[in-house]
């Protein structure tokens, strides 16, 4: 997941409303997917509607996406026909998947089976970071796991200030925490495969297969057969936004002394190591490393820290 465009730091905003307007034709609504030129427009309490967005669009170079709020021209209230006339300015965009307007990310990692890939979470975790995008963290199937596996995970991740929640579809552990969670914001979704993802969306959302129905009757595809990122409506205006599963998250955009900035439980060491502008690898008295060795610091995160950091160092610069 690639980052295009930031919000501010701090607590996330909750979701742009989307509503109905007071004129006969027009409406707002949110793209919930958008496949082969068509635009699939949830409007609250009006149902989904197939747009194609105006000329102006391609004139002015730009791309609708799924997330952004949109206002519409109904064509057929019928069919659910209508076109796309304006977008609202974006708070925030990404470009791998190439979703907007997000408030928060869940990422989903099974406790075991499969055991959790940390490089590649804490890739996700800068990657979120880098766009000030707060993110929750979802370990699944905790069915499977005892006591003492769940305290292991929560020591890496708790002293970094994430939040955590151990779930479960099978005994439907944690999914009200999850729902708390998910309330009046628009949620990315995204996990590796084989996490129990689209389970959990099954049980937030029971009626998953019948909303993406009509759109699949629509394009006259599978809704397996593409992996295209979709919003569901849980209620009103809270949103999930489901994404292809992740294998790798490589595309740094960012310079190697930038790194550090995106590990929270660095930032508070920030200025009492011996020297400004420590990046906490080589350094003596690197307050980090310490803090690593006190245990204070997961070595865990930081090991992949070092591990991203000599990537982006060694990246070949054209």
């Known amino acids: 997941m690639d980052g295009k465009e930031g919000n501010s730091k701090g607590k996330c905003h909750s979701s742009i409303p989307v509503r109905q307007s007071m004129s006969k034709d027009k409406f707002y609504g949110k793209i919930i997917k958008g496949i082969a030129g068509s635009y699939y427009v949830h409007v609250v309490g009006a149902g989904i509607y197939e747009c194609k967005p105006k000329g102006i669009f391609r004139y002015k ?3 609708p996406l799924v997330g952004d709020n949109a206002e519409l021209d109904i064509l057929n209230e019928e069919e659910k026909t209508g076109n796309i006339t304006d977008i609202a300015e974006r708070k925030n965009s990404l470009i791998r998947p190439a979703v907007a307007n997000i408030d928060q990310a869940m990422v989903i990692f099974a406790v075991k089976s499969p055991p959790p890939n940390f490089n590649l979470l804490d890739r996700f975790l800068v990657m979120m970071e880098a766009q000030n995008i707060p993110v929750i963290i979802c370990f699944n199937k905790s069915d499977l796991a005892d006591k003492a596996a769940m305290e292991e995970l929560e020591k890496i991740y708790k002293p970094a200030g994430y939040s955590i929640i151990f779930a479960s579809t ?3 552990t944690g999914l009200d925490k999850i729902k708390d969670c998910l309330d009046g914001k628009t949620t990315v979704f995204a996990g590796p495969s084989g996490v129990g993802k689209s389970s959990m969306l099954n049980a937030l959302i029971p009626d998953t297969n019948a909303r993406t129905g009509d759109i699949s009757r629509k394009i006259e595809r599978g809704k397996h057969t593409t992996r295209h990122s979709e919003i569901f409506n849980l209620e009103k205006n809270t949103y999930i936004m ?3 599963g992740f294998s790798s998250v490589y595309a740094w955009t960012m310079e190697k002394e930038e790194l550090k900035d995106f590990f929270p439980e660095f930032a508070l060491c920030e200025g009492k190591c011996r020297f400004n502008g420590c990046v906490h690898v080589n ?3 690197c307050i980090v490393k310490r803090r690593v060795e006190e245990g204070k610091i997961s070595s865990v995160r930081y090991d992949n820290y070092i591990l991203m950091y000599d ?8």
């Open 311 to 318: 990537e982006i160092k060694n990246r070949k610069k054209y």
């Open 242 to 244: 489901d994404t292809p």
């Open 283 to 285: 350094e003596p008295d």
């Open 170 to 172: 099978v005994d439907m």
């Open 61 to 63: 170079n730009i791309k």
